[in-house]
């Protein structure tokens, strides 16, 4: 395999801000209890850069660039533009009005690199080309100082690709975050459950009950049966609708609510 770089890209262009628009997204349910994985985070970070990043995307990127290099072994850490573009969660949270996740990924990458944060790299391959981002850092500098003098080279494959996941939960932490404390008999229902429905189902339920102020283990647990029996995909059952709502309070689940 051979590989030449084609281009490198710093600090020093500047370009136009575009308008934000928000999206609502359901709640966040809160971190769960125990020892949580850290992301290291520069102090110059908040003191220097923050302050002037004024584009959510190239936000978003920076932030992701944090966790992605931390999650990397080796001489060098870098991030490619390819293995960015097959992180599901970090596509769909790019997503811009009329731009395609691709677009955004790479509107919120030049900006970061026109900004200094970044270091790009183009590389051709025997296969294609790709795009790599380092941190601009010393470690970064050294990186792309040692790319342009053919001492060093990324190893552009993604036999092991990086991506965010969706860090669930368990059931027990969700049903004490939600419901209340568990006991002995609770424990063994919850087990039972989790062997018996998917995880998205009971927090699903579990939304559900805390949306309607039902905090108990029966009435989640009639949802799910509900689903199991009559299906659940193809229902309004998410709780956001008024007519779902006062089905699950005021009908067939009432007696739930009242025990």
């Known amino acids: 395999m051979s590989i030449r770089p084609l281009a490198c890209e710093c600090a020093g262009s ?25 992301t290291h985070i520069p102090n110059a ?46 596509m769909e949270g790019l997503h811009a009005e009329s731009m395609t996740p691709l677009e955004a990924l790479t509107d919120a990458l030049e ?20 795009s790599y981002f380092f941190l601009n850092s010393p470690k ?36 004490e975050q939600n419901i209340g404390p568990l006991t002995p008999m609770i424990a063994e229902q919850l087990r039972e459950a989790e062997n018996e429905y998917p995880a998205d189902w009971i927090e699903d339920a579990v939304r559900i009950a805390v949306t309607n102020n039902v905090r108990k283990w029966r009435y989640i647990e009639a949802i799910l049966e509900d689903w199991h029996n009559r299906g659940k995909d193809e229902r309004k059952d998410r709780g956001d609708t008024e007519k779902a709502r006062r089905r699950y309070v005021e009908g067939d689940f009432a007696e739930y609510g009242d025990t």
């Open 45 to 90: 970070f908040f003191s220097e850069l923050l302050p002037r990043i004024d584009h959510l995307g190239e936000f978003k990127i920076t932030l992701y660039a944090f966790w992605a290099l931390s999650q990397k072994e080796g001489r060098f850490r870098y991030i490619s533009m390819e293995e960015m573009s097959v992180d599901q969660l970090l």
């Open 111 to 130: 900006r970061a690199v026109a900004r200094g944060t970044f270091l790009k790299v183009q590389v051709e391959f025997d296969q294609g080309q790709d």
């Open 140 to 175: 970064g500098r050294a990186a792309v100082a040692s790319i342009e003098a053919g001492d060093w080279q990324p190893t552009g494959d993604l036999e092991t690709p990086i991506s965010l996941a969706l860090e669930r939960p368990n059931i027990y932490t969700l049903y």
């Open 14 to 38: 500047s370009l136009a801000l575009k308008t934000i628009t928000m999206n609502k997204t359901e709640s966040f349910a809160g971190f769960p209890e125990g020892k949580l994985p850290l």
